[in-house]
């Protein structure tokens, strides 16, 4: 997977690229990062990218020349491959747009500073709009980092065990199930015995419905977004009939609509 990188700060990425596994990805020929620093497209004596807003008000604005200069160069306009602007404004990012940008072999990240962008770079060169969640950041650096890491763990052969991705949170559309490791007994709390048991076939019944507990008390508005077995709504029934959780009328209308 490729990535090219827009930024007034290409000096924040390396740090992170260089570590765990977007490292060796990137020693596997996985990953690649371009960085790009949107300042040597700046044409002025100063390397101005920022101004002041039209009809006033507090801030600077990113402006368009260049940044569209810069996506000129690197991948013509229009560009050769999805270009994101990161953003507030955008859509939010989940593991199945992760999972949609794995399957790209190149992808753009166009990272703001200062308080917005001039409005033709969104109307006239990005491809789409991503936000790493509902609060203000100063920079689009650290979400361009969180989009390069989530999508490359899904890129095959990124993660060392082939399964390690399919078990984590929301790639099932649940939360991950809780995991143990040795010591079987710490200051007494114990690991739950069925783990040590050996029986594949009831640890993986166990894990799942852990993993509908957990997602029923922490995220109960992910379950609207799954398919669920019939085993899956047995066991979710018997706890929301018997204990009062929040949102559970939601999952209750579920069950109904499932057994008609
Ligand atoms: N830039 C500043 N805040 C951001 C956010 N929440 N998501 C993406 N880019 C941003």
Not at 29 to 42: G, K
Not at 81 to 108: D, M, N
Not at 224 to 236: E, F, G, M, S, Y
């Amino acid at each position: 997977m490729y990535f090219d990188v827009f930024t007034l700060f290409p000096e924040v990425f390396p740090a992170y690229l260089e570590t765990s596994i977007l490292k060796r990805a990137k020693e596997n020929d996985l990953l690649e990062v371009h960085l790009h620093d949107i300042r040597d497209w700046a044409t002025d004596k100063h390397h101005t990218t920022d101004d002041t807003p039209y009809g006033g008000g507090g801030g600077m604005v990113m402006k368009p020349e260049p940044i569209f200069s810069a996506v000129q160069e690197i991948l013509d306009i229009p560009p050769i491959c999805p270009l994101v602007l990161l953003t507030p404004q955008g859509e939010t990012f989940t593991q199945q747009k992760a999972l949609a940008f794995s399957k790209l072999p190149r992808l753009a990240l166009i990272c703001g500073r200062y308080e917005g962008f001039d409005e033709r770079i969104r109307e006239h060169l990005v491809t789409e709009e991503i936000s790493i969640g509902d609060y203000v950041l100063s920079g689009g650096e650290l979400p361009a980092l969180i989009v390069i890491e989530a999508t490359t763990r899904l890129v095959p052969g990124a993660l060392g065990d082939p399964d390690g991705a399919s078990d984590d949170s929301f790639s099932s559309g649940l939360l991950e199930y809780p995991q143990y490791t040795r010591p079987p007994v710490f200051q007494g709390w114990k690991v739950p015995e069925v783990l040590q048991s050996g029986d594949h076939a009831v640890i993986n019944r166990w894990r799942r419905n852990q993993s509908l507990l957990h997602t029923l008390q922490k995220r109960p508005d992910l379950l609207l977004k799954i398919d669920l077995t019939d085993a899956d709504l047995k066991v979710l029934e018997q706890v929301v009939y018997e204990s009062e959780i929040p949102g559970s009328d939601s999952i209750k209308k579920i069950i109904k609509q499932r057994k008609e």
